[in-house]
């Protein structure tokens, strides 16, 4: 009698250990692509990544900037090399959203030169 009781015991603990191993059991995070396109004024060249204003608050004086990173593979059109964009060239920037559950990364896939911006009033006259 205590045998069969020690078993079912055993197999009443095994089935709830197994119940709330597979409820609580972590799902995969989900990878989401999507392909965008954004227009506005360069504000940052860094050597693997680019930063591009996409709005503009006059109210607050605030510019919002998205960073998008720079692979081996991304085209470029309209210039040869990153080193001539400067700061303040409008460009399109046509780019993959990847999403894993909070963290989200943005790939340049191409970079294309609309129109060469304003120079600073800063830099204007200046010469190295």
Do not use: W
């Not at 693997?48 to 919002?64: G, H, L, R, T």
């Amino acid at each position: 009698m205590q045998k069969k009781l020690k078993v079912g015991f055993c197999l009443f603990f095994i089935s709830v250990y197994i119940l709330f191993a597979a409820t609580y059991a972590e799902e995969p995070e989900k990878v989401k692509v999507v392909f965008k396109s954004l227009k506005g004024p360069l504000s940052f060249i860094g050597q693997n990544f680019i930063s591009v204003v996409y709005k503009k608050d006059k109210d607050k004086a605030k510019e919002y900037e998205m960073v998008f990173f720079i692979e081996d593979n991304t085209r470029i059109s309209h210039f040869k090399a990153l080193d001539e964009l400067n700061e303040n060239d409008i460009v399109k920037v046509e780019y993959a959203e990847i999403s894993r559950g909070t963290y989200t990364r943005r790939i340049a896939k191409r970079i294309s030169l609309l129109r060469k911006g304003k120079t600073s009033l800063y830099l204007k006259g200046f010469k190295e």
